[in-house]
Nanobody, 124 residues
Framework: EVQLVESGGGLVQAGGSLRLSCAASGFTFDHYTMAWFRQAPGKERIFVGGISWDGNGPNYADSLSGRFEISRDNNKETLVLQMNNLKPEDTAVYYC?????????????????WGQGTQVTVSS
């Protein structure tokens, strides 16, 4: 059974940091390009950033201005999103996702596997 399980979300004040993790199982993690998406209430799910199967990249949505960093540990089958200088507009449910393509895609429909999401709330 394929599983992507996000953790690390929570409530943080503006300017603070959070580190999200995504634990993968049930598929060959190091053959998959991985990404983070987020979805705010009433809005569509959008691309945060992604990293290729071999760790190349990563690339990010332009709006993040260097505040977020994605990494992966293929030995531990884990994807990480380090978020710094958080802003209230970063409030959303954050999802990890996996696809078989060689590079990250900003399109949700390109991803085969999805986690259940973890809530991040940034207070002003």
């Amino acid at each position: 059974e394929v599983q992507l399980v996000e953790s690390g979300g929570g409530l943080v004040q503006a300017g603070g940091s959070l580190r999200l993790s995504c634990a993968a199982s049930g598929f060959t993690f190091d053959h998959y390009t991985m990404a983070w998406f987020r979805q705010a209430p009433g809005k569509e799910r959008i691309f945060v950033g992604g990293i290729s199967w071999d760790g190349n990249g990563p690339n990010y949505a332009d709006s993040l201005s260097g505040r977020f960093e994605i990494s992966r540990d293929n030995n531990k089958e884990t994807l990480v999103l380090q978020m710094n200088n958080l802003k209230p507009e970063d409030t959303a449910v954050y999802y990890c996702a996996g696809r078989t393509g060689r590079t990250p895609s900003p399109q949700t429909y390109d991803y085969r596997y999805w986690g259940q999401g973890t809530q991040v709330t940034v207070s002003s």
